[in-house]
């Protein structure tokens, strides 16, 4: 009444996996997502330094190019170019980012286990924290 399947099915199944497209490790996805976090903190980084050149910047983007080269097997990360017309009230927006992307660096170098990833992450959060206008000082919540 119905025919056979001739051909073999385009979805894999548990009993039949095959090797045919490429499938990463879990320390794989987490190195290119390390990865991704520091080169995006990087170029913010870079734009910081542009409107606000500090030696504490200098330090911290050749560290993040270090890392990010690490994690990408030796491949140096593309820089930001400083764009014209910026002005400082951008300052302020820009901390604020970095200090959300080193957040998020964090989270992965911990969960990967990467000390050095983390400990630059946790020392860039603290540098953005620093530069930002408010209170520095955790309240109770009650």
């Given at each position: 009444?119905?025919?056979?399947?001739?051909?073999?099915?385009?979805?894999?199944?548990?009993?039949?996996?095959?090797?045919?497209?490429?499938?990463?490790?879990?320390?794989?996805?987490?190195?290119?997502?390390?990865?991704?976090?520091?080169?995006?903190?990087?170029?913010?980084?870079?734009?910081?330094?542009?409107?606000?050149?500090?030696?504490?910047?200098?330090?911290?983007?050749?560290?993040?190019?270090?890392?990010?080269?690490?994690?990408?097997?030796?491949?140096?990360?593309?820089?930001?170019?400083?764009?014209?017309?910026?002005?400082?009230s951008?300052?302020?927006?820009?901390?604020?980012?970095?200090?959300?992307?080193?957040?998020?660096?964090?989270?992965?170098?911990?969960?990967?286990?990467?000390?050095?990833?983390?400990?630059?992450?946790?020392?860039?959060?603290?540098?953005?924290?620093a530069?930002?206008?408010?209170?520095?000082?955790?309240?109770?919540?009650?």
């Amino acid at each position: 009444m119905y025919e056979p399947i001739r051909t073999k099915s385009v979805h894999s199944t548990m009993a039949d996996t095959t090797a045919d497209f490429p499938h990463r490790s879990r320390e794989e996805e987490l190195d290119i997502q390390l990865a991704s976090h520091l080169a995006a903190l990087l170029a913010v980084t870079d734009e910081l330094r542009a409107l606000a050149p500090s030696a504490d910047l200098d330090t911290a983007a050749d560290r993040l190019a270090g890392q990010v080269c690490r994690l990408r097997g030796g491949r140096t990360p593309a820089r930001a170019v400083a764009a014209g017309g910026r002005r400082e009230s951008q300052v302020m927006p820009l901390h604020r980012r970095a200090h959300a992307l080193a957040g998020r660096a964090l989270v992965v170098a911990a969960s990967r286990a990467d000390t050095a990833a983390a400990i630059l992450s946790a020392e860039r959060m603290d540098a953005h924290a620093a530069a930002l206008p408010g209170p520095r000082e955790l309240t109770a919540a009650g």
